[in-house]
């Protein structure tokens, strides 16, 4: 398939680059955020944890360890900024599972005291109630997508250490996912506009495939209305130059690798 080879070459190129980069460190680049960092850790861990996948490599995940082992000592994931925490937590969950077999069991007791330091506790605090700035868990916006997802991938990843404390951050995670889920019905049109679509479609996607390949079902988050119809919203909104945004949006075409598994499930 001359695509996928293309497609595996340029990931081959980029995993060198970030072979190079600095090893990640605590920072709020613009004063009040981590979120920066946070998505470094997540294309770090999608983009190793897939070459060792495809493979077999260590140096892939070799280098991802020391991002791995920085992140897991960082003093807090920023809860004050929300999605911070959710974004981390994606890519700790990726790095967990997808290289689980190179890890020693001190490594992996180092990521899973991270998940419940810097992600189960603060956001059982919200689940429970407003007694902590931990928000994006009963948003209805994107935003909710990524701290649930989150949540839910971690509690994926970490299950057979914690069942029960999984169990219920898993069960919390999909009753907030609930908060959010409706706004693609009913004809799939996302109303943040095209752009925030495809970011939601991104994390939503990662959420049902997660949920599909661990427990078999997508406990009904795949027969939200709408859903099934997003890939074609996010088609219909824009042309091959432009996009039909609004708010904090711009005119740039609006991507999500997401829609490939919506393609994939409801054909």
């Keep these: 398939?001359?695509?996928?080879?293309?497609?595996?070459?340029?990931?081959?190129?980029?995993?060198?680059?970030?072979?190079?980069?600095?090893?990640?460190?605590?920072?709020?680049?613009?004063?009040?955020?981590?979120?920066?960092?946070?998505?470094?850790?997540?294309?770090?861990?999608?983009?190793?944890?897939?070459?060792?996948?495809?493979?077999?490599?260590?140096?892939?995940?070799?280098?991802?360890?020391?991002?791995?082992?920085?992140?897991?000592?960082?003093?807090?994931?920023?809860?004050?900024?929300?999605?911070?925490?959710?974004?981390?937590?994606?890519?700790?969950?990726?790095?967990?599972?997808?290289?689980?077999?190179?890890?020693?069991?001190?490594?992996?007791?180092?990521?899973?005291?991270?998940?419940?330091?810097?992600?189960?506790?603060?956001?059982?605090?919200?689940?429970?109630?407003?007694?902590?700035?931990?928000g994006g868990i009963d948003m209805e916006n994107n935003h909710n997508a990524m701290c649930n997802g989150g949540v839910l991938m971690a509690a994926i990843a970490v299950w057979d250490t914690s069942p029960e404390l999984c169990a219920k951050m898993a069960a919390n995670a999909i009753r907030g996912l609930e908060l959010m889920m409706w706004h693609f019905a009913p004809e799939g049109a996302w109303y943040e506009g095209p752009q925030y679509a495809g970011v939601t479609i991104d994390y939503v996607s990662r959420i049902l495939a997660s949920l599909k390949t661990a427990f078999g079902d997508c406990y009904c988050m795949d027969l939200v209305q709408g859903v099934d119809k997003a890939a074609e919203y996010m088609s219909y909104s824009q042309s091959d130059i432009s996009c039909y945004n609004f708010a904090d949006c711009d005119y740039g075409i609006a991507t999500s690798a997401g829609l490939f598994l919506l393609y994939d499930m409801y054909k």
Aim: charged share 30%.
């Design 1 to 134: 398939d001359r695509l996928k080879k293309r497609w595996f070459a340029q990931l081959c190129e980029h995993c060198e680059e970030l072979m190079r980069r600095p090893t990640l460190r605590y920072e709020l680049r613009d004063g009040f955020r981590l979120m920066y960092v946070s998505d470094e850790f997540e294309e770090l861990m999608l983009c190793m944890g897939m070459m060792y996948r495809i493979t077999g490599d260590g140096k892939y995940a070799a280098d991802a360890w020391r991002h791995i082992e920085a992140v897991a000592h960082f003093v807090d994931w920023n809860p004050y900024h929300h999605i911070d925490v959710g974004i981390m937590a994606i890519g700790m969950a990726v790095a967990y599972d997808w290289m689980y077999d190179f890890w020693s069991d001190e490594q992996r007791q180092l990521m899973e005291q991270a998940v419940r330091d810097n992600l189960f506790y603060i956001s059982n605090l919200s689940y429970e109630g407003d007694r902590v700035n931990m």
